[in-house]
């Protein structure tokens, strides 16, 4: 009877016991040579960015030294699939290399799959911030864990999975930014306190050509938030459940959504920021129906 190893961290990608075989036949949770041609991506990988100055360190350090720290893979049929390695993998492709050395793992479902490279990828700091939002998003949705259980797996505080799932209410083009260092994630978090879409990218815009600082920046929305009482006093209050089915929807959605309610029904309006962005929102809807 095997063993679940799911939520202990890294140390779930690393059997108990290995031993250094070359056959292609293998069993589960030992360490063996596998054939780059016959691993096969992880398709639930969740780094969308790779550093490609880093890439090319992992290659120099392979050609120096060889590949020392193993890939970790599964066996589908007559290949493997990769669970955690991606950038090693990458780096012994590009190299021409025939053979590399992989853990041969167990694992059935997609959730496992899913769960096993997000670990991996956090708990190794390789993710940016976006990516790290949107895994935990996919183990909230796709995997059915928890707030808490998430944590608990990654080895962080809940309010930490808290603030960064957070991140995926700003608008696309400021999510864009935080990806590619532009602001950082302290920026991003003072942002979210402007509740207002076009109010929140013009604020960017300006810490992004002025170089703004996230001290300068708090002070600054707070002098907004301040004065924002006078510019909405004929706005309509929200009530409590409208305000809540707009926070559900902003998490599905990753942008700004308004619910305008009249007499018995009302509208919903989903907003975007380019066509790429567009077209996410509507894959989303094509995964839901």
């Known amino acids: 009877m095997r ?12 059997p108990d016991q290995v031993e250094s075989s070359g056959a292609v036949e293998t069993s589960d949770n030992q360490l063996v040579e596998v054939k780059v ?8 990988q969740p780094r969308v960015n790779f550093d490609e100055q880093a890439l090319a ?50 694992v ?12 991996e990828n956090v708990q190794r700091e390789r993710l940016n911030p976006i990516e790290q939002a949107n895994a935990y998003q996919r183990l909230l949705k ?15 505080d809940r309010s930490t999975i808290t603030n960064m799932l957070r991140l995926l209410r700003l608008p696309r083009l400021i999510q864009k930014s935080v990806e590619e260092g532009e602001i950082s994630v302290g920026h991003a978090r003072t942002l979210l306190a402007l509740e207002v ?5 013009q604020i960017w815009k300006k810490v992004v050509k002025n170089d703004i600082s996230v001290r300068k920046l708090e002070k600054l929305v707070k002098e907004l938030s301040e004065v924002k009482p006078k510019q909405s006093i004929k706005t309509k209050k929200k009530s409590v459940h409208i305000l809540k089915i707009e ?3 902003r998490d599905v959605f990753g942008t700004k959504v308004s619910v305008r309610t009249r007499n018995e029904g009302g509208s919903i309006e989903i907003e975007f920021y380019s066509p790429e962005d567009l077209n996410r929102i509507l894959e989303i809807f094509e995964k839901i129906d």
């Not at 059935?108 to 670990?119: G, H, Q, R, S």
């Open 3 to 14: 063993t679940k190893r799911l939520g202990k961290g890294l140390s779930a990608l690393i």
């Open 37 to 44: 041609a016959e691993v096969k991506p992880n398709p639930y």
């Open 57 to 106: 360190e992992l290659k120099d350090s392979i050609r120096e030294k060889g590949l020392i720290q193993p890939i970790t893979v599964r066996r589908i049929n007559s290949h493997f699939e990769l669970i955690a390695g991606e950038r090693r993998l990458r780096a012994a492709i590009e190299l021409g290399l025939d053979k590399i050395p992989a853990y041969v793992m167990h």
């Open 108 to 119: 059935e479902t997609k959730e496992e799959m899913l769960e096993l490279a997000i670990v």
């Open 142 to 156: 796709e995997c059915n864990l928890t707030q808490d259980e998430i944590a608990k797996k990654i080895g962080k």
């Open 197 to 201: 879409t076009e109010q929140q990218i």
């Open 247 to 249: 926070d559900k929807l």
